[in-house]
């Protein structure tokens, strides 16, 4: 008897960016916890840094946009709807000279209104805060990003 079980949705998310996004995959971004409301993604220092020895801003920036699209992959029908980031500002707090984890929440009450208003309308906005911290859990960044859940077609 064969296992049908789906995979978990971190491993989801990590297979749909290697193809969809693959600059994110060779910065070697990886979901790490995927659920219902939350999104986790880590980055390594390695290969990602710049001129000064301190990871590259678009990486950083990179690592912390992804969340959207992970978040709503867990939490929204994505047979009906797709994410896309419509506005992200980041936030540089210190610099990040090793590992970096990305962590946003959405909470119950907001994904149900963005369902809703997205099977009323077509499509709904969403803001998700994300903060990105150094391996010894110091904020090197924080996220604000505003995303729409759109029907597809």
């Not at 995927?34 to 880590?42: D, L, M, S």
């Not at 959207?68 to 980031?85: N, Q, R, W």
């Not at 809703?116 to 906005?125: I, Q, S, V």
């Amino acid at each position: 008897m064969s296992d049908t079980r789906t995979p978990p949705i971190a491993e989801i998310v990590n297979s749909a960016m290697e193809q969809t996004i693959p600059v994110a995959h060779r910065m070697g971004v990886h979901a790490e916890e995927v659920r219902r409301g939350y999104a986790a993604a880590t980055v390594p220092a390695e290969g990602n840094g710049n001129h000064f020895g301190v990871m590259y801003a678009g990486v950083l920036f990179t690592v912390g946009e992804i969340l959207g699209g992970a978040i709503a992959v867990a939490s929204f029908d994505t047979a009906a709807f797709y994410p896309l980031v419509k506005d992200l500002r980041i936030a540089f707090r210190k610099p990040a000279t090793t590992a970096v984890r990305a962590q946003a929440t959405l909470d119950e009450s907001e994904i149900e209104r963005v369902a809703a208003e997205a099977a009323a309308n077509g499509k709904a906005d969403f803001t998700l805060r994300a903060v990105l911290t150094d391996v010894d859990g110091v904020v090197v960044a924080e996220t604000e990003g505003l995303y729409q859940l759109r029907a597809h077609g």
